[in-house]
């Protein structure tokens, strides 16, 4: 079993309100988010590949311009854009063909915080 991950950046604006962070978390602010995406399997013979990594790039891109300088709040399943939120919107948006989707980690790098996101319980 190989895992691969690629990862891609984000810049977004969000509010939260009901957290102990109080007032400052309230107000419409942004971050720097970094999601980082793990496939597992094992790879092609034909290509060597667990998944190509132009395909792969393809569907974050996609997912990338849904949330890339948006307002999270505003983006329809993200109406409470917490990191939590956010691992899985990305997740449940990727159903790579012939893959197993690990999981998907989510970075607030300035703050020092990260989600990840591995999939219902079964």
Not at 23 to 38: N, P
Not at 40 to 56: E, H, I
Not at 96 to 114: I, M, Q
């Amino acid at each position: 079993m190989w895992e691969i991950v690629k990862s891609f950046r984000f810049e977004a604006a969000h509010s939260l309100a009901g957290t102990t962070l109080g007032s400052d978390a309230e107000q419409v602010h942004g971050h720097s988010f970094r999601a980082e995406v793990a496939l597992r399997g094992t790879p092609d013979p034909a290509t060597g590949m667990v998944k190509d990594f132009g395909a792969l790039d393809a569907e974050l891109a996609a997912i990338r311009r849904t949330l890339d300088h948006r307002m999270l709040n505003h983006v329809e399943g993200l109406e409470r854009p917490t990191l939590e939120t956010l691992a899985r919107y990305i997740f449940d948006r990727l159903r790579p063909a012939g893959v197993r989707l690990a999981r998907v980690t989510v970075y607030r790098d300035s703050c020092g915080e990260a989600c990840s996101y591995f999939g219902e319980d079964k």
